[in-house]
């Protein structure tokens, strides 16, 4: 595919270009944990490129160093992304991790991190078990917060869970030669591509709308091939590479993703829209209502926050409506942050990130609106 195919289109081929000459319709999936190594000088040699974070050509040797399945998705996703390569891992957290020990190793352990992030992200960056030390700022404070040891500027956009957008034009700007990690999970690169703004690298969990099924674990890194290479030693070396299973559903799962956000952010607009006028609902967070947005997205996403008195009542009374942690998934969820994907983070921080005891958010999946309307309005009526 090329640049001048539509973005659709890249999705439903990213990944396959070579399908015809393989004679085979659809992806192939390598499931072997080791190959053939009857050359052993050879080996030897490739072994050592292994190691180093380059791709050699030839046997994979091992699947902890390199599985065929697995590069399918990552040239994909980079292909969506814009970006020269893409690093999958187990998860997006051994995703996250492998971007901070790459900092470390390289004596840059600080990172400026603008809040909210994820809670799993913000834990892990807090936690100092990885060598790193964080600076929280806002984000006009970025540029004051940088050090000659900083690696890393880490943020999220929209924010999870408030949906909060940043300027990633003016984070990049404020970063100056330090590396911009946006994490997109939540836009996708149907909506959102970061490295078009500025950002170095991209992070997914890849568990979440690139999956889309709610049966998938991943996550993935897009960059520049210097920073892969870097990232791609820390997964040989701590084996935190994806399954090639996961690797085939989330290619497949690649071709019908803008078809799955746009028709779930119509929902999301429609709910987000009604959430605003029902007298139990107090502020409503939806990036396509907010007024003055960095107009980076291109549409407001499949996401909606919004604050209710009795926030626990209200997830214990939906039918239709799954709670659960997660996102991005063909089917509702609503879940309470403050108790489950944030609650990691410390009561302070969470209430200084607009993380309250009466915020909820809902990934918007793709049932009839009408229908999740209904529910919604008889949980926050019985609430």
């Given amino acids: 595919m090329t640049q001048t195919h539509g973005f659709a289109t890249r999705a439903v081929h990213a990944g396959r270009d070579d399908l015809a000459e393989l004679g085979v319709h659809a992806v192939p999936i390598d499931l072997s944990t080791t190959y053939p190594a009857v050359d052993c000088a050879l080996e030897a040699a490739r072994i050592e490129e292994f190691a180093a974070g380059r791709q050699p050509e030839g046997s994979p040797i091992y699947q902890r160093l390199h599985n065929p399945t697995v590069a399918r998705f990552e040239a994909a996703l980079a292909e969506l992304e814009g970006a020269e390569a893409g690093v999958a891992f187990a998860s997006g957290m051994a995703a996250m991790s492998a971007c901070l020990l790459a900092v470390a190793a390289a004596g840059k352990p600080h990172v400026v991190a603008v809040r909210p992030l994820y809670g799993g992200s913000d834990h892990l960056l807090g936690s100092g078990l990885l060598g790193t030390s964080v600076t929280w700022v806002d984000a006009d404070g970025v540029a004051g917060a940088i050090r000659p040891d900083t690696g890393l500027v880490v943020v999220e956009t929209p924010a999870n869970p408030t949906l909060t957008e940043l300027d990633l034009a003016e984070l ?43 049966d998938v674990l991943g996550g993935i890194v897009a960059c520049d091939e ?25 290619v497949r799962g690649l071709s019908t993703l803008p078809v799955r956000v746009k028709a779930a952010q119509a929902s999301a607009h429609e709910l987000a829209l009604r959430l605003r006028e029902h007298p139990a609902v107090g502020e409503v967070h939806y990036p396509g209502l907010a007024e003055g947005r960095p107009g980076q997205m291109s549409g407001g996403g499949a996401l909606v926050a919004f604050a209710t008195p009795n926030a626990a009542k209200v997830v214990a ?47 918007v999946g793709l049932e009839d609106v009408e229908d999740l309307w209904a529910d919604l309005a008889q949980a926050l009526d019985r609430s």
């Fill in 172 to 214: 990049s700007r404020a970063a100056g030669a330090v590396p911009l990690l946006a994490d997109n999970t939540f836009a996708t690169p149907v909506l959102q591509r970061p490295i078009e703004h500025g950002a170095s690298i991209v992070l997914h969990s890849a568990t979440k709308f690139l999956g889309g099924h709610g």
């Fill in 317 to 363: 009374a939906v039918e239709l409506i799954t709670p659960a942690v997660s996102l991005g998934s063909v089917d509702t969820l609503i879940q309470h942050p403050s108790s489950l994907t944030h609650r990691v983070v410390g009561e302070a921080d969470r209430h200084a990130g607009g993380i309250g005891e009466d915020l909820l958010r809902i990934s």
């Fill in 226 to 250: 210097a920073f892969a290479r870097r990232v791609r030693q820390i997964r040989v070396a701590t084996g935190g590479i994806m399954h090639p299973l996961a690797a085939y559903l989330l």
